[in-house]
C-alpha cells in the first residue's frame, strides 16, 4: 500500500542476494529467523561478508539474537524511532542531498515534519535511549548501502501505511532504493500474497497493479474481455465486514481463507458471518468457517496438487505443479470458479493455467515476457518482464537514479499515534502476537506434521511479572482483554519486556487467541492491529484479579 | 579486471579467474577430482581428503577443494601417489562406515581401486539407530564426519549451530550438545544437515521407515518442483512422491531462492496435503 503510493508498485524493491552484498541491514518489526527462515540465510550471508545488522523489535527475537544491535522498543512505536532517525540525519546534514533534489519530492515539508522528533522526544515514546537512536541514525546514514526489511510487526498496526511510510522517507533521504544493495522489502507473510497483489486481487487494481480508476486502463481490459468494468474501486475486508454489518452485504465467496479464527476478535467475526445470506467456502478442508457455509466447494492443494504460479517477495513468479492426485470431489480452483461462472450463464471456456497466464501477460507490461516455458527454464523470473528476450528485474526503481527522474518519489510526512488500545490499571498488560518457527497461521496447515515440539499453545510472559504474579511455568491462566477471555499455559520468558505477553493465533482449536485482538484496522490498507491489545492476567488457582 | 591465473593440470595449461580453486580449476580442465566433504553451497572443510592432488614443490599433497589456484602450479590429478592417497581414503571410511547409502564414498573406492576389506577387522563406528523424533533419524554407524551437516547448521546456511564434532581422534562424532536427544537440543528440525549429507547417516524419518520396510523404490518415486505454500520466501520444492504420497521434499542446490535449504515447514510440513489418506 505504502509502496504503491510512493513508487507506483506494491512490492519489495531488492533481491534476496542484495542482502548478500549490503553494508547495512535495518530489520523492522521481523521475526526472520523464524517467520521467513530462508530469507533470514540471505540476511545472515550478508552480515557474515561484513553487513551490520540491527533488528528493531518489542521481543528479544531469535533474529535480534543474532543482530548486531537490538533495539527492544515499545510495541507501536516505530514512527517515533523513525522519525527521530530522519530528524538526526538531516539536522546534521548526513542525508544523500543530490539524490533528494533530483529524485524526491516534498523534502521541506518533510523536514518540517521531523523537526520536532528529537531523540529526547522519541526516546520516552520507545524507551530506546537519545544516544542509541543518534548513533543508529548516524551509522544507517553513513552506510555506503543499506537495505530495510519489515514485516507483521509494522503492518499489523492501526497505522500500518504510516509506519510504512517512515521507513520509505527514511530510505529516500539516504538514497537507499533503486540500487544493488539499498532498498525497502516487505517480507511477505503467506506463500502468494505478493501474486494475489500482482494478479489484481486487490479492490481497486486490475493485473499488474493497473489502477482500475484509470478509463484508459479499464477500456483495454473491457476490450479483451468484452464486459463493461464499473469504474469504482470495489471494497478491502474491512469495507466489506462493515458492510455485512450494515446488510449492505449478504452473500460472500471465501476462497482458501479461514476468517473466524485469523481475523482479529473472532467473537464479532462469527457473529458477523450469522448475518450473511448466503456464504461459500471454497478450501482443502473444512475449516472453521467452512463449517458455518452454507456451500463448500473442496479445492485441490494448490502447491502439491494443482498447477500455476505463486510471486515470492522478492518479485519472482515461479512456476506451482501437481505432484500427486487429489483425493475424492476435489477441483482445481481455476475450474470450480469457472464452473461457477458457466452455472451462472456466463459461457467461460475451460482455460488451463497456462492459458489463462497467457491472457493475463498480454494485458500487462510486468509479465508480458514471461511464458511458462522462461518460467521453467530460469528458476523463476522476477517482475517487470515486459519483452520475451528481458531477463527479468533485481532491482526496481533504477529510474531514480536516471540523471532527470521523470516521475519523483514524493516523501509522505508522518506523525506517530500510539496502538488504539494502551494498559490501564484494569488491563495492564500489552498482548502482542506473532509467529513460531515450526507452526503457521490457524495452523490448518501446519498442525498435522508431528512436530517434536509441539505442545500447543503457551504464553510468554517477562519472569518478573510472572514472579510478581505467582505464575509458575506451565500454569494455565486466563487472559482477558475487553472483547474476550482464553484460559493458556504461561511460560516466563525474557524475551518479552515487563508489561508484555507474547501469544501466536497457532492453535485455535485450544487457545483463540484472536478472541482477544482487537479490529482496529488501518484505514488505507484494512489490516487489523493484532500486534496490540491490552488484557489483564487472572490465576485460575487464586481466583482473584492480579496487578503487575 | 584483474589478472586471470595460469596453470598446468596433468600438463595441460589451463587459465582461470583469480579466487578459483584447484579443484574448481581441475574440473574446468576437464581432469575432475573426486571429492566426498566438498559441497557447492558450503565452505571447504578439509575433512575427507579425497579430493587431494599433487602439487610440483610441496611436500604433501593439497586439498584442491580449498587450495586457491596460483600463477605457475604445476598439479597432478592422477598420479600413483594421488591414487594411492584416495585409495587409503576409501579403504580407511569403508573399514569403520557403512556405505550402503553414500554413492560418493561407493564412487570413490571404484576408481580408487579400493579394497573395502583392506583394513576390515579392527574397531567400526558401527553404533545404534538415533531413532528421537518424526523428522528425520540419525545413522552415525553411515557417519564419514565430513562436517557438512555442522556447516549447514552453522553459518552457511542455517546459523542455528545446533550440531558440532565433539570428541578426539576415533571418538570424534557429530553431536548435538552434551550427547542430547535432538527435541532435547538447539535444533530447529529444518533438515539443512539432511540435505546435505552424502552418506545418508541423517535421513528422512519417512525414507528411513519406508527403507527399513522394503519399500523404498527410487524406480516408482516421481519428483515434482512447485514452490512451498507456507510464507511468502517462495522456497523450490522438489516433492518425492511414491505411491499418490509425499514421501520426501527436497529442493535444487543450485536454486537462487533456497540453495537448498529450507526450513521445517517447507521440508516437514506437507502432511496436511495428504491427511485424507491417513
Not at chain 1, 513508487?7 to 542484495?18: K, P
Not at chain 1, 491489545?533 to 484479579?545: D, N, S, T
Not at chain 2, 559441497?39 to 593439497?62: D, F, I, M, Q, Y
Not at chain 2, 553404533?127 to 523428522?135: A, E, F, H, S
Request: with cysteine; net charge negative.
Amino acid at each position: 500500500m505504502g509502496l504503491t503510493t510512493v513508487f507506483g508498485s506494491g512490492a519489495g524493491t531488492s533481491s534476496y542476494e542484495d542482502f548478500h552484498h549490503t553494508s547495512f541491514i535495518l530489520l523492522v518489526g521481523s521475526n526472520a529467523a523464524e517467520a521467513h527462515p530462508i530469507i533470514f540465510h540471505h540476511i545472515m550471508k550478508g552480515v557474515h561478508n561484513g553487513a551490520e545488522l540491527v533488528v528493531v523489535d518489542p521481543r528479544k527475537t531469535v533474529t535480534a539474537k543474532r543482530a548486531h544491535e537490538h533495539l527492544q522498543i515499545a510495541i507501536g512505536s516505530d514512527i517515533a524511532l523513525l522519525n527521530a532517525m530522519a530528524h538526526v540525519i538531516i539536522r546534521e546534514h548526513l542525508y544523500r542531498e543530490d539524490f533528494v533534489a533530483r529524485a524526491t519530492v516534498g523534502f521541506d515539508a518533510f523536514r518540517d515534519s521531523v523537526a520536532d522528533w528529537t531523540p529526547k522526544r522519541a526516546a520516552v515514546i520507545t524507551g530506546i535511549a537519545p544516544e542509541r537512536i543518534e548513533a543508529l541514525a548516524r551509522r544507517y546514514a553513513a552506510a555506503p548501502t543499506a537495505m530495510i526489511g519489515w514485516t507483521l510487526g509494522i503492518t499489523e498496526h492501526h497505522n500500518a501505511v504510516d509506519n510504512v511510510y517512515a521507513l520509505i522517507n527514511l530510505a529516500l533521504l539516504c538514497g537507499n532504493v533503486g540500487r544493488p544493495g539499498a532498498g525497502l522489502n516487505p517480507l511477505r507473510g503467506q506463500n502468494n500474497v505478493q501474486g494475489g497483489g500482482d494478479m489484481g486481487a486487490l479492490p481497486n487494481r486490475l493485473p499488474g497493479f493497473q489502477d482500475v480508476t484509470d478509463p484508459a486502463v479499464r477500456e483495454k481490459f473491457e476490450k479483451a474481455w468484452g464486459v463493461p468494468l464499473a469504474p469504482e474501486p470495489g471494497w478491502n475486508q474491512t469495507q466489506m465486514f462493515d458492510a455485512i454489518e450494515q446488510g449492505t452485504l449478504r452473500g460472500l465467496y471465501v476462497i482458501g481463507e479461514n476468517p473466524i479464527q485469523s481475523e482479529a476478535d473472532s467473537g464479532y467475526m462469527r457473529a458477523l458471518f450469522g448475518q450473511l445470506g448466503a456464504l461459500v467456502v471454497q478450501d482443502i478442508f473444512l475449516t472453521a468457517t467452512a463449517e458455518i457455509a452454507d456451500v463448500v466447494f473442496p479445492a485441490r492443494v494448490s502447491f502439491a496438487e494443482s498447477d500455476g504460479t505463486y510471486t515470492n517477495s522478492e518479485r519472482r513468479v515461479q512456476r506451482v505443479r501437481a505432484a500427486r492426485r487429489a483425493p475424492g470431489q476435489a477441483q482445481d480452483d481455476l475450474w470450480i470458479v469457472t464452473s461457477l461462472a458457466r452455472a451462472m450463464g456466463y459461457p467461460w471456456p475451460y482455460l488451463d493455467a497456462e492459458g489463462v497466464f497467457d491472457e493475463m501477460r498480454q494485458l500487462t507490461v510486468n509479465f508480458r515476457g514471461m511464458t511458462y516455458a522462461r518460467l521453467e527454464e530460469a528458476h523463476g523470473l522476477q517482475w517487470p518482464v515486459p519483452e520475451l528476450d528481458h531477463p527479468g528485474s533485481k532491482v526496481l526503481h533504477e529510474r531514480l537514479w536516471a540523471p532527470e527522474v521523470a516521475v519523483k518519489a514524493p516523501f509522505m510526512p508522518v506523525q506517530w499515534a500510539p496502538p488504539v488500545e494502551m494498559p490501564t490499571p484494569e488491563y495492564p498488560f500489552q498482548l502482542t502476537t506473532g509467529r513460531r518457527l515450526a507452526f503457521y497461521n490457524t495452523g490448518v496447515q501446519s498442525n498435522v506434521y508431528d512436530h517434536p515440539h509441539k505442545i500447543g499453545e503457551w504464553m510468554e510472559i517477562h519472569p518478573h511479572d510472572a514472579k510478581a504474579l505467582g505464575i509458575v511455568d506451565g500454569e494455565v491462566v486466563a487472559v482477558i482483554s475487553r472483547r474476550g477471555r482464553v484460559e493458556v499455559p504461561a511460560y516466563a520468558s525474557s524475551s518479552v519486556m515487563p508489561g508484555t505477553v507474547f501469544m501466536t493465533f497457532h492453535f485455535p482449536d485450544e487457545v483463540m487467541t484472536n478472541v482477544l485482538t482487537i479490529e482496529a484496522t488501518d484505514p488505507l490498507s484494512g489490516t487489523a492491529e493484532f500486534k496490540a491489545a491490552a488484557v489483564r492476567l487472572e490465576r485460575l488457582v487464586a481466583k482473584a484479579p492480579m496487578h503487575a | 579486471m584483474e589478472k586471470s591465473i595460469s596453470l598446468t593440470i596433468d600438463g595441460q595449461v589451463v587459465t582461470v579467474a583469480p579466487g578459483t580453486t584447484l579443484r574448481a580449476a581441475c574440473e574446468q580442465a576437464q581432469h575432475p577430482v573426486p571429492t566426498l566433504c566438498w559441497h557447492e553451497n558450503l565452505t571447504p572443510a578439509n575433512a575427507c581428503r579425497a579430493c587431494v592432488v599433487e602439487l610440483k614443490g610441496s611436500r604433501t599433497l593439497v586439498a584442491s577443494c580449498s587450495r586457491v589456484a596460483e600463477d605457475g602450479m604445476e598439479v597432478l590429478t592422477a598420479s600413483e601417489r594421488v591414487q594411492n592417497a584416495r585409495q587409503v581414503v576409501a579403504e580407511l571410511l569403508l573399514s569403520t562406515s557403512d556405505a550402503t547409502l553414500a554413492p560418493s564414498l561407493q564412487e570413490l573406492a571404484q576408481i580408487s581401486g579400493a579394497d573395502p576389506n583392506r583394513f576390515a577387522g579392527g574397531a567400526t563406528w558401527a553404533q545404534p539407530v538415533r531413532d528421537d523424533n518424526n523428522l528425520y533419524v540419525r545413522d552415525l554407524s553411515k557417519c564419514i564426519l565430513c562436517y557438512r551437516c555442522v556447516e549447514a547448521c552453522g553459518d552457511d546456511a542455517q546459523n542455528t549451530f545446533a550440531i558440532a564434532v565433539a570428541g578426539r581422534g576415533f571418538d570424534a562424532h557429530i553431536d548435538a550438545g552434551f550427547g542430547r536427544e535432538l527435541p532435547e537440543s538447539d535444533c530447529v528440525f529444518c533438515g539443512n544437515c539432511v540435505a546435505v549429507c552424502p552418506t545418508g547417516a541423517l535421513i528422512g524419518k519417512k525414507e528411513y521407515e519406508l527403507r527399513q520396510e522394503g519399500q523404498w523404490d527410487e524406480s516408482q518415486i516421481t519428483t515434482t518442483e512447485t514452490v512451498c505454500s507456507y510464507c511468502g520466501v517462495g522456497c523450490d520444492l522438489q516433492l518425492h512422491v511414491l505411491d499418490n504420497q509425499i514421501v520426501k521434499v527436497t529442493s535444487p542446490a543450485d536454486h537462487p531462492v533456497t540453495h537448498g535449504m529450507l526450513c521445517v515447514k517447507g521440508r516437514y510440513g506437507y502432511a496436511f496435503a495428504q491427511s485424507e489418506d491417513e
